[in-house]
Every structure is written in C-alpha cells, then in structure tokens.
C-alpha cells in the first residue's frame, strides 16, 4: 500500500509537470502595430488653412494598410480642435499597446497650433512616456519640425522630422506634373516604405535618409527653380536657396535598453 501510495504520488507530479510544460511551451502572441495619425488642415480663421485634402495622412494610412497593419489598430484624427486631443490620442493607444508593440504617431499640420494650442513642448513628453513600449516612432510633418520632435529627447524610440529646427516646410496646394501636392518629406517617406520589401520589417532610420535626399532633390531640381515657388519662403523672411543643404533635418535616435534599440524597426 505504501508503495502504491508513492506511485500515485509519482503519476500526478508527472501529469502536473507535463501540464506545466505544455502551458509554459504555449507561444507568446507575437507584437502588433499600433498608430496615430493626426492631421489640421482647417483652422477657422486662427491660421491659414492648408487646402489639400488632408493628403498627408492618406498617405501614411495607404502605406500602414498595403503593409498590414489592421485598420482597427489605427485612430485617424483630422482637424480636431480639442485642446485634448494629444491626450486623447495618447490615452487610445496607451490603453492597448503591450510592452514588445510598436507605436508609431504621426502629425502633420500647422506648428503654431501644435506648439500653442496643444502646448506641445510641456504636454507630449509626458503623454509619449505613457506608452507602455519603448517602440515608439514619431513622424512630424510641419514647419520647424525639428522644434517637436526635440521635445522627446531621452525618451527611447525614433523620431523623423520633415524640416531642421529654423526651417519652413513646404506643402504643395495642387499637384501638376512638377509639384508634388501636400508635404513633400511624407511623400518620399512613404514612397521609400512602399519600396521595402514587403516581408521585411519597416525600416523607418532608412526610409528617413531616403526621403530626405529625396526632399533636397525635389527641392534643388524643382521649387528653386519653379517660378514664384520660393516667393512663400521669401514672404516669411526665409531663403533656403542660399542654405547648402535644404531641408536639413536630423533623425532622432533615443535607446532604452539594448534590446529595446534593436527592436524599434522590427516588427512589420
């Protein structure tokens, strides 16, 4: 009896250990995308409207779709003028992505209202924090660009201005065979994401260099010498043609933990 007692004893610690080990085995779900684009076109007369038929999240929602990303893991916010709406945003994805997520926040617009009306500086470093990953890519598609994307410093993650710190951004309000209609670092952006390959992760450091040469380029070949095109850059004090290199931006680069730098680009 003693030895049966010890032999029932045996066969249940093997079923719970073989139990154990098929849930311990259980693969862990694999990391998803989320995004935030937001883009303010119309301004009821505080700024000047940008009438181009919010192109610039298009765009980037076109490139996220032909990609994969689930159209439900995307908040799409146009013109909004709640104040809030940082906190909003932040606080819709906050409460969904896990720690291995990538996160990516997208803005495009007018900089005043970002910085005066949404207050940027002193409101998104706290809210970008909030994101449980450290995945974070954010993208900025404005005049002065460098201005926002400086406010996440020593935060890990990525961050792509269209424009260097004193420089105005250049939208097209229409597009011909020449000019490229809405923000032209978007559009070659996305056009170097389109051209990775499809199975790859997206790879947002390369595509930033891509569509900076590819904004110098444009802008060489075809705003400076585009009769009156320079005459909006002119009006506001600025002269880019007499710069060496326009736009100038720089990639910002924060790392958390070595893996979390070796991760940022790697989910699809």
């Known amino acids: 009896?003693?030895?049966?007692?010890?032999?029932?004893?045996?066969?249940?610690?093997?079923?719970?250990?073989?139990?154990?080990?098929?849930?311990?085995?259980?693969?862990?779900?694999?990391?998803?995308?989320?995004?935030?684009?937001?883009?303010?076109?119309?301004?009821?007369?505080?700024?000047?409207?940008?009438?181009?038929?919010?192109?610039?999240?298009?765009?980037?929602?076109?490139?996220?779709?032909?990609?994969?990303?689930?159209?439900?893991?995307?908040?799409?916010?146009?013109?909004?003028?709640?104040?809030?709406?940082?906190?909003?945003?932040?606080?819709?994805?906050?409460?969904?992505?896990?720690?291995?997520?990538?996160?990516?926040?997208?803005?495009?617009?007018?900089?005043?209202?970002?910085?005066?009306?949404?207050?940027?500086?002193?409101?998104?470093?706290?809210?970008?924090?909030?994101?449980?990953?450290?995945?974070?890519?954010?993208?900025?598609?404005?005049?002065?660009?460098?201005?926002?994307?400086?406010?996440?410093?020593?935060?890990?993650?990525?961050?792509l201005p269209a424009v260097g710190r004193n420089e105005l951004d250049w939208w097209g309000l229409r597009e011909t065979n020449r000019l490229i209609r809405g923000g032209t670092f978007t559009y070659f952006l996305t056009g170097a994401l389109d051209r990775q390959p499809a199975e790859m992760p997206m790879d947002f450091s390369a595509a930033f260099a891509m569509a900076v040469a590819g904004a110098q380029e444009y802008f060489r070949t075809v705003i400076a010498t585009t009769p009156g095109a320079l005459n909006s850059f002119h009006a506001n004090g600025a002269f880019p043609e007499r710069l060496a290199t326009f736009p100038n931006p720089h990639l910002l680069e924060e790392a958390g933990d070595s893996a979390a730098s070796a991760e940022v680009t790697r989910h699809p």
């Not at 154990?20 to 076109?41: C, G, K, N, Q, T």
């Not at 009438?51 to 990303?69: A, D, E, K, Q």
């Open 1 to 159: 009896m003693k030895g049966a007692r010890v032999l029932g004893v045996a066969v249940l610690l093997t079923t719970m250990l073989a139990g154990f080990s098929r849930v311990a085995a259980a693969p862990m779900p694999a990391p998803a995308s989320w995004a935030v684009l937001i883009e303010s076109d119309s301004y009821h007369g505080i700024y000047a409207n940008l009438p181009v038929g919010y192109i610039n999240s298009r765009r980037m929602l076109t490139t996220l779709v032909r990609r994969g990303w689930p159209s439900d893991h995307i908040l799409l916010l146009r013109d909004s003028q709640d104040r809030a709406v940082l906190h909003h945003a932040i606080g819709w994805v906050a409460a969904r992505v896990r720690p291995d997520d990538l996160v990516l926040f997208y803005v495009a617009g007018e900089y005043q209202f970002f910085e005066k009306d949404l207050m940027w500086d002193s409101t998104f470093p706290g809210l970008w924090r909030r994101i449980p990953s450290s995945q974070r890519v954010l993208i900025v598609e404005a005049c002065y660009a460098e201005r926002l994307t400086a406010a996440v410093t020593g935060i890990p993650g990525l961050a």
